[in-house]
């Protein structure tokens, strides 16, 4: 069945590079997600990445897929407190594009 | 562009009564779709509408229906309002052929009591 698993909580210091984790199980997922949601608000897309693909840089952010592991995180260099929110991880699957989100990982940056 | 508009932004409503959530999408955009978020959880998709009809449905009762305007608006109504019907509720707006990239708005937060 369909699972997206992310760590709950992170915490970095401002100006260091924070990871975010998730794991997923279906192996026939299409694209893969991050989204940022802060406080009070909606989803906001980072960047998605295709299943043919093992990595993609966007600025501050990099993504790595591990499709053996069924592994995708999301690394910010140089993280900063407006950075601060939580982290969703998403998939598709074949010819849908409905993602099915993981719980979500609160990243909390400080001083 | 104000991207995707939702309104109202909170209510509180009680047990049995029901509601209806309104969402605009992005100009441009021609596909809602819509999803609950409950507290600590992540969305939970319930319906997408395309073409004023309902194209795919998550795992949610018959009381949770829609409907999409000839402008692409939609709407979310709930009845009989249950207390785990509490949650944030999120539209999702795209292009067919392009639902890689949806844009969500701020949601409305339902509250049941």
């Known amino acids: 069945g369909e699972d997206v698993e992310q760590s709950l909580f992170l915490s970095v210091r401002e100006g260091d590079s924070s990871v975010i984790n998730c794991t997923y199980t279906?192996?026939?997922?299409?694209?893969l997600y991050w989204y940022k949601q802060e406080p009070g608000a909606g989803l906001q897309l980072l960047t998605y990445i295709f299943s043919n693909m093992d990595m993609k840089q966007d600025q501050r952010l990099t993504v790595l897929l591990n499709k053996k592991d069924k592994h995708l995180s999301l690394r910010i260099a140089d993280t900063q407190t407006g950075d601060s929110a939580i982290y969703f991880c998403a998939e598709t699957f074949g010819g849908s594009y409905i993602p099915t989100f993981g719980r979500g990982t609160s990243l909390i940056v400080h001083p | 562009d104000a991207g995707v508009t939702q309104s109202p932004t909170h209510l509180i409503k009680t047990r049995g009564q029901q509601v209806t959530l309104r969402c605009s999408p992005k100009?441009?955009?021609?596909?809602v779709s819509w999803y609950q978020q409950a507290l600590g959880q992540g969305p939970q998709f319930i319906f997408q509408y395309y073409e004023e009809e309902e194209r795919q449905r998550g795992n949610f009762p018959d009381r949770f229906s829609g409907h999409q305007f000839p402008n692409y608006s939609s709407e979310l109504n709930v009845n009989a309002l249950l207390l785990g019907d509490s949650a944030l509720y999120l539209c999702?707006?795209?292009?067919?052929?392009?639902?890689?990239?949806?844009?969500f708005g701020q949601g409305t937060r339902l509250t049941v009591v």
């Open positions: 999702a707006s795209s292009r067919q052929g392009r639902n890689t990239e949806a844009f």
């Open positions: 100009s441009g955009h021609d596909t």
């Open positions: 279906d192996s026939s997922s299409t694209y």
